[in-house]
């Protein structure tokens, strides 16, 4: 019974144990890393000060149809132009940019305006395709914590500095946008990382759909928090942004240095978004604060890993109509699901903070009723992408002699179990194999123990008695 309980802990303790290769040494090109960061924050910085309806949508719907119109075109685009529309896009957001600094206020700087957002929606577009296909796993982590120290910043800042928000919209967004525009141009010349970039996969089985559903389950959690939320003194805007910084920090700790998996961050997010609903229903003072605290990490932790876990899928798939299948469901998020939620909340005159977290509740119910599924299509899979010893000579042979140890005794060994088998016969220790291998020392270790379970074998010492002969016979 002991035995029982302990191997059922070991499964569940199991599910939380990254497959990603997660070390920072993995960073290679920090300006295409950079690309799609800084396209997000520019299409945040610049922000449009009045209010103006336009066939009954007001100023925030357009902008969310204009951005959303921008990666509809990459629905359609032949992938050879995806990098000089990039280029393209990247100049005349610049010049309307010029352009917005000089209008006054009024018809003509919002018709500009809302070109800018159109444009700014192609930049993000083409630049995820970069940030899915030209990175690698902990690239992208990096990228969205840059984007969430920028939020939290932005939110925490929002009525104590209002002067850096004056400054956004002019020299600071200015010099962000000559920033982008060398990035753009000088930053993708990195041969070795374009020559990595394949989009000729099929796409099949690879869990993408899945991924992007989850993503579209977070976007209507995220419209539900911030259209009924987001009003007057409902939220704290200092405590949101701090709560947001927290975020970053948990998602270092615990999947880049803890080696916990995305499934451990997304159940994260279900839990602090809901509890921070909840308490913001109190509404006191202490309840606000502590509310829009718990409300931002929750946030923060789902955008962060929602965004990682659809590129990093797109990637696996090697598949450009996946990533074609993901711009159109943005369209579909920013033109529709936005619109219905805008048009069901103009209904209200204050928030409705008890429909927000019925809502909300429903969505995090129904995500964690599937989470066996979303498990098995997600979170099981392995999203590695370092280093294979299949690109290695001197590892070539020795790897064939384990693909047929593991065929002739059924041993069920996954790609990475048998290069760490490969390796530890080899006499590489682990801190040599993760070095070799360009991933975590927590990752071989998790792949090691694994590999054990399978073989029935508790040490290297074992590992040798049992199959060291069997390789020197193999190899005669």
């Not at 209010?51 to 357009?62: H, P, W």
């Not at 993000?124 to 939290?152: D, K, P």
């Not at 659809?310 to 998020?333: N, P």
Request: aromatic share 16%; hydrophobic share 50%.
């Amino acid at each position: 019974m002991r035995n029982r309980i302990s191997a059922a802990c070991a499964a569940v303790k199991s599910l939380f144990q990254t497959r990603d290769e997660l070390s920072f040494r993995n960073i290679r090109a920090l300006p295409v890393l950079l690309i799609f960061p800084v396209s997000v924050i520019l299409g945040n910085l610049r922000y449009y000060g009045h209010s103006i309806a336009l066939g009954g949508f007001a100023t925030n719907e357009l902008m969310f149809l204009l951005l959303g119109f921008g990666w509809l075109i990459l629905r359609f685009l032949p992938e050879k132009f995806i990098i000089p529309l990039l280029r393209i896009s990247a100049v005349l957001s610049a010049l309307i940019l010029l352009l917005l600094f000089f209008l006054p206020m009024g018809p003509a700087q919002f018709a500009f305006y809302m070109v800018f957002k159109m444009f700014n929606g192609l930049c993000a577009a083409c630049s995820f395709y970069l940030f899915c296909f030209a990175l690698n796993n902990v690239e992208r982590l990096a990228g969205m914590i840059i984007i969430q120290l920028y939020y939290g910043f932005y939110y925490a800042s929002w009525n104590i500095l209002p002067d850096f928000h004056t400054a956004g919209n002019t020299w600071v967004g200015a010099a962000l946008m000559a920033f982008f525009l060398f990035i753009v141009f000088f930053g993708n010349k990195s041969k070795s990382i374009f020559a990595q970039l394949n989009t000729n996969g099929s796409g099949k089985d690879s869990g993408v759909i899945f991924v992007i559903g989850l993503g579209v389950v977070h976007y209507m959690i995220m419209c539900m928090s911030n259209y009924i939320e987001w009003a007057g003194s409902s939220v704290s805007g200092f405590a949101f942004g701090f709560g947001t910084v927290i975020s970053v920090a948990l998602v270092i700790i615990f999947q880049m240095m803890k080696g916990k998996s995305a499934l451990y961050i997304w159940l994260m997010f279900l839990a602090f978004t809901l509890f921070g609903l909840g308490v913001l229903l109190l509404d006191t003072s202490a309840a606000i604060t502590a509310g829009s605290f718990i409300y931002g990490m929750g946030d923060s932790l789902g955008y962060i890993i929602i965004c990682y876990m659809c590129a990093g899928a797109i990637k696996k798939s090697k598949s450009l109509r996946m990533f074609r299948i993901y711009c159109l469901v943005f369209f579909i998020q920013y033109f529709f699901i936005s619109g219905v939620f805008s048009f069901y909340f103009n209904y209200f005159d204050a928030p409705n903070k008890f429909l927000a977290f019925a809502v909300v509740l429903v969505l995090v119910s129904l995500c964690l009723i599937f989470m066996p599924l979303i498990q098995k299509k997600l979170f099981d899979a392995d999203w590695t992408d370092g280093l294979y010893l299949r690109d290695m000579e001197e590892y070539s042979k020795p790897l064939v002699e384990t693909e047929t140890i593991n065929n002739r005794e059924k041993l069920n060994l996954t790609p990475r179990e048998k290069e760490i088998f490969t390796m530890l016969l080899a006499g590489n220790p682990p801190k040599e194999i993760a070095y070799i291998l360009k991933i975590s020392y927590e990752t071989v270790h998790h792949h090691q123990k694994n590999m054990y379970r399978k073989l029935g074998i508790q040490s290297i010492q074992e590992l040798f008695a049992k199959y060291g002969n069997a390789v020197k016979n193999d190899s005669v």
